[in-house]
């Protein structure tokens, strides 16, 4: 267990190093004259945040002529990701992406490139089938523990929260709420009285966090497991006399919890980096130019509240937008 942490915390410094080269525009140096195709299951467009990880992973293609880059919305269904992965891989593919829309669903899709020995590069989500050549992603359980400890931080080591999740069965989903209650576990006076999901939405967060508020009154923290979503959580709160009496921890970077943060109407966020598809595509490139790489490559996540948000929030910026 120790040697694991070690090797994780080690990951986590090489992913912080691996972001500045990024944010200094070094290129890769992909062989001359040589022409790729990138083919990206991606999971669904069904959120803010994933329609902006698909948009910053565009911008970052343009630069690289050579890359084509073909891009599949599986609308959330793992069905539907199986079917675009075959059809990616039949169309002679250099190499996969994939950001599953489940943990287990998509399964077959990893053994299908293995088959076919086309590297796979798994993106933002976690399959629990291990086939694949690389994996890059926000490492969930770690956000959902961050967030905890800083919810016991606030509250002074008690209290009652709830849980606002994400779709049922992703692996975000599941590795947060892993996370929250491994912390948990540290915390006995804090008890975890509820957990719904709001499905990465806002309009769904909202129902969700009334129906929570509705069971327990006498709430003292939430935690979402988006930014997008504590928006949500926030406006019910707002609607049911709560706001300010609740304590709210969110897990994003949008500019517009930020700014929440900066008013004091939320209190704190663990940043989720949207770069990940970006870095993703990269790890890709980097493995097409030859470069043998580690097998998990986790994002760096920094915590901000009041004591830091100075150096984050835009506050004269638009509010969806991400600034890590």
Known sequence: MRSRKILLGLSCLVAAIMWTVVASGQDIKLPAGK?????????????????????????????????????????????????????????????????????????????????????????????SNKNYTVLVWNDDV???????????????????VAVVEGIAGASSSLGRTQGIKSAAANYPNIKLVALQPGDYQEAKAITAMENMIQANPDLNGVISHSGTMARGALKALR?????????????????????????????????????????????????????????????YAPVVNLYNIDQWVKMDGPDDTWVW
């Open 35 to 127: 022409k790729f195709t990138i083919g990206w299951s991606n999971a669904s467009l069904g959120n803010p945040w994933r329609i902006a990880m698909v948009e910053m992973v565009k911008e970052e293609a343009k630069k690289y002529p050579s890359v084509n880059l073909l891009i599949t919305n599986a609308e959330d269904k793992a069905a539907k990701q199986i079917s675009d992965s075959e059809d990616l891989l039949a169309k002679g593919v250099d190499l996969l992406m994939l950001s599953p829309t489940t943990l287990h669903g998509v399964n077959p899709v990893v053994d299908k490139a293995a088959e076919k020995k086309v590297p796979l590069v798994v993106v933002q989500r976690e399959t």
């Open 239 to 299: 609607n049911a006399g709560k706001a300010g009496k609740v304590i709210v921890v969110s897990i994003g970077s949008e500019n517009h919890v930020l700014k929440e943060i900066k008013r004091g109407n939320m209190h704190s966020t663990v940043m989720e980096p949207t770069r990940v598809g970006v870095e993703g595509f990269r790890v890709g490139l980097r493995l097409l130019a030859g470069e043998k790489l580690p097998k998990l490559n986790p994002t």
């Open 142 to 160: 770690a956000l959902g523990t961050s967030a905890f400890i800083e919810m016991a931080r606030i509250l002074g080591m008690e209290g009652k």
